[in-house]
């Protein structure tokens, strides 16, 4: 598992959830367009941190183009439920 890659994403994801949640509160003219980016950008890293757990620290800093559209897709439930 590489963990230093995992944190890194958790951390990112972790960081916009907190600002969407900032911007929701504060901004009364927040809408779906900035709400579906910031979501997307969520789903992103929380995906990348689940998809690449077992990447390797090469592999994850080259982050290939095609790594980076398959580690980004949402789980299917028995990756989740069954670990892969």
């Not at 504060?26 to 367009?33: E, L, M, T, V």
């Not at 910031?38 to 690449?52: F, G, I, Q, S």
């Not at 390797?56 to 028995?78: H, I, V």
Request: aromatic share 14%; hydrophobic share 35%.
């Amino acid at each position: 598992m590489n963990k230093n890659f995992i944190l890194s994403n958790l951390r990112e994801a972790a960081q916009e959830l907190v600002s969407t949640i900032h911007d929701i509160e504060s901004d009364p003219k927040y809408g779906y367009g900035e709400f579906v980016v910031a979501m997307t950008h969520l789903y992103h890293h929380v995906n990348t941190a689940w998809n690449a757990r077992d990447s390797l620290d090469a592999g994850a800093k080259e982050c290939t183009e095609d790594n980076f559209y398959k580690w980004r897709q949402f789980p299917s439930n028995s990756e989740i439920y069954l670990g892969r």
